[in-house]
C-alpha cells in the first residue's frame, strides 16, 4: 500500500502544480519542440563561434549561405556566440513557460518573453522573407526556403506556448436556461 499511497501523492502534486496544471497539452508539446529547435540552432551557432564550419566545407560557404556575403564580412566569434547566448536564452524562455522548468521565477517573465519571441521571429520572417523574394543575394534560395519559414513555425510555437495556459472560457447560459460549461 505504501507504493499506491506514494504513487497517488506524486499524481496530486504534479496535478496541482500551478504551471503545469494550467499549460495545455498541445502548448507542451508546442514548448518541447520549440525548446528543442531553438537549443539545436545555438548548438549549431556555437559550432560556428569556434571555427567549425559544419555542416558547410568551409568558411566562404558558411557565410555566402547563412550571412549572405563573403567571408570577410562574416560576424567575428562574439558576435557568433551573443546569438548563441540568445537561442539558449529562447529555449529557455519556451520551456519555462510551460513549466518544464523554473517554478520559483515569475511567470510574468515567461509569458512576456515568449510573446516577445513570438513577435520578433514573425517580423524576422516577414521582413526578410519579403526582401529575399526581389533579392538576387547569394543566400536567397535559403532564406526562402528554410530561414522564413523556420522562423514563422518558430514563431507559432512560440504563440501557441504563449496563449497555452488561458483561462477557459467563462460558463454561458443557454436559451433553455441551463448553465453551459465550456473551455
Known amino acids: ?62 557565410s555566402e549561405t547563412v550571412f549572405g556575403g563573403p ?20 529555449a529557455m524562455l519556451v520551456t519555462g513557460r510551460a513549466g518544464l522548468w523554473g517554478a520559483r521565477m515569475p511567470r510574468w517573465v ?24 526581389g533579392s538576387d543575394a547569394i543566400n536567397r534560395s535559403w532564406e526562402l526556403a528554410l530561414y522564413t519559414p523556420l522562423c514563422l513555425v518558430l514563431a507559432l510555437l512560440c504563440a501557441v506556448v504563449a496563449r497555452g495556459d488561458a483561462p477557459a472560457r467563462p460558463a454561458q447560459r443557454s436559451p433553455s436556461g441551463h448553465q453551459e460549461v465550456r473551455g
Do not use: C, N
Not at 17 to 43: C, H, K, M, N, Y
Open 71 to 90: 567571408a570577410s564580412t562574416f560576424p567575428p566569434p562574439a558576435a557568433t556566440i551573443v546569438v548563441t547566448v540568445l537561442l539558449a536564452a529562447a
Open 110 to 133: 515567461f509569458a512576456a518573453g515568449t510573446w516577445a519571441l513570438a513577435t520578433v521571429l514573425f517580423l524576422r520572417a516577414t521582413f526578410y522573407g519579403l526582401a529575399a523574394i
Open 1 to 62: 500500500m505504501t507504493g499506491a499511497r506514494s504513487r497517488r501523492s506524486f499524481d496530486t502534486m504534479r496535478i496541482d502544480e500551478p504551471s503545469l496544471a494550467d499549460q495545455s497539452r498541445v502548448a507542451r508539446i508546442a514548448a518541447i519542440v520549440a525548446g528543442t529547435l531553438f537549443g539545436a540552432i545555438a548548438a549549431l551557432h556555437g559550432l560556428w563561434a569556434t571555427g567549425i564550419t559544419w555542416p558547410f566545407g568551409d568558411k566562404e560557404a558558411l
